[in-house]
């Protein structure tokens, strides 16, 4: 496959999404010539870093060089123009000291296109969406807190010990899913289908109140804007749970062939 098909994955954190996508092309994407590069910061820190050094003079495969020795060797025969295709995946996570949902609005408007400047595609409220599921119909109306201390309305909530007090979304996420969702590197393409289906028809629920697979592709704007207009702008902010691997699928596939793939695939 040559360079004009190369695909640059770029993700948060070092185990988890790098994995997951490994998993994906395994049992559903096939095989992709990609390099898959680590961040290793959250996608508040990206927003500063481009900030400081100029939005539209980025050079996102530079910046990853500086960011670690590992992904200096990944990427030291390839310069921005190797890339066809350039693919974020980075967390809500708006309990981050750093965490502005304005930010995220100026990050999704620049990382809209993979072929340009790249897409960049969230999980909320984290990268473990992707395994907080029981069954199709709870997970319809799944959401959770997502501020804690950066809450606006702190100050003025009668449960604001309580809430201070809750566990972190990711201790608590095993307990609230099917246990053979645990282990990423278990799951099988018949998991794959349920889950990706279960996160689209949960995605065109929030934006079009359709709990069912979509029939046309939704910007990741416009996800977020429905997320804040319903969930986060609320009294006791929350996110309804949704991961960015079955968005990406969504995406890559298009609609109508990826129901023929759930279906007979």
Known sequence: MSNKELSLFIFEGAKTEGKLVEKLEE?????????????????????RKIKDEGMYSLDIVNLLKERSAENTEKL?????????YIYLFFDYDAHSTLAD??????????FDNETENGMLYISYP??????????MKSFQSLTVKCKRSNCPYMADCSDKEECSKEPHYKTFVPTDSLPQLSNVNAYTRAIWK???????????????????LPINLQ??????NKQLEKYINHKCPEVA?????PLFVLDYFG???LKQKLQNG
């Not at 030291?76 to 066809?84: C, D, G, L, P, Q």
């Not at 949902?101 to 620049?110: A, I, N, Y």
């Not at 749970?241 to 691997?245: G, P, R």
């Open 76 to 84: 030291k025969e390839y310069t921005r123009n190797s890339f066809a």
């Open 126 to 135: 984290m990268v473990e969406a992707i395994r907080h599921y029981k069954d």
């Open 101 to 110: 949902d304005g930010k995220l609005t100026e990050m999704l408007s620049f």
């Open 255 to 257: 609609c109508e062939r």
């Open 27 to 47: 049992n559903f994407l096939g095989e992709r010539s990609a390099i898959r590069c680590i961040f290793d910061a959250e996608i508040y820190q990206l927003y």
């Open 194 to 212: 349920e889950l990706i289906t279960a996160h689209l028809c949960k995605m065109n629920y929030l934006v079009n109140d359709s709990f069912e």
């Open 219 to 224: 910007s990741q704007t416009a996800i977020f």
């Open 241 to 245: 749970v949704l991961s960015a691997f």
